[in-house]
């Protein structure tokens, strides 16, 4: 049996710099890159865009299928295509990561969206940015990484993020957000937000992109880039 191309998975909570993280690392391993949290978010939008109900399963189900999802390399950086349309903006609000962290709970939601991501395995190999790559989706890859921050240093990353983008928004309420999200995905029945047996542990406070990276890469032996 042919081996399978490497996966490095890189989960943790929102904020925790993951996403940061994992794009810097895909690119200087050469690696394909897989934005899991875009998926559910695009999933979200859409359903969104449909005015479907939110607890209704089967069209939730069925709005995962038929949503057309891809990553683009543009001269703004990674830009995410809905059905077509540019949503990356709005994957980014804090109304789309609740839509998704609503809907991630629910079972054929993820049962769709499981192969749809294990599709992303390609050589020379990939980074997957997440909450339960390492746990389900993944849970064979060699390399596993946690991330994870205070709630409180999370929410005024996300605070100055937003300010800097010009969306206006109040630092306490994120604050509550970012707590009960992570409570939801913490607690939820299937696949809860926790890092797997395996995989190391980096918590980011008040340490800069370049030494998390730097950390992460020290975990891919050379010859495996």
Known sequence: MSQLPPVLTIDG????????????VSR???????????????VGVAASWANLDMSDAAALVRC???????????EQGLRVLVNGVDATDELRLETAGAVAS???PIPEVRAALKERQRAFRRE?????????MGTVIFPDAPYKVFLTASAEER???RHKQLKDKGVS????????????RDARDAQRTVAPLKPADDAVLIDT?????????????????????
């Open 13 to 24: 909570p929102s904020g925790a710099g993951k996403g940061t993280v994992s794009r810097i």
């Open 155 to 157: 929410a005024q990353r």
């Open 102 to 104: 609503a809907i991630a």
């Open 205 to 225: 406070s008040g340490i800069g992109i370049d030494e998390v990276v730097a950390r992460v890469l020290d975990l891919i032996p050379t010859s495996g880039a």
């Open 169 to 180: 928004v109040n630092f306490d309420d994120l604050l509550r957000e970012i707590m009960a």
């Open 64 to 74: 995962t299928f038929d949503t057309k999802v891809d990553f683009v390399e543009g």
């Open 28 to 42: 200087r391993l050469g690696w394909h890159y897989l934005d899991s949290g875009a998926l559910y978010r695009a």
């Open 124 to 132: 020379p190999g990939l980074v997957a940015d997440g909450r339960d």
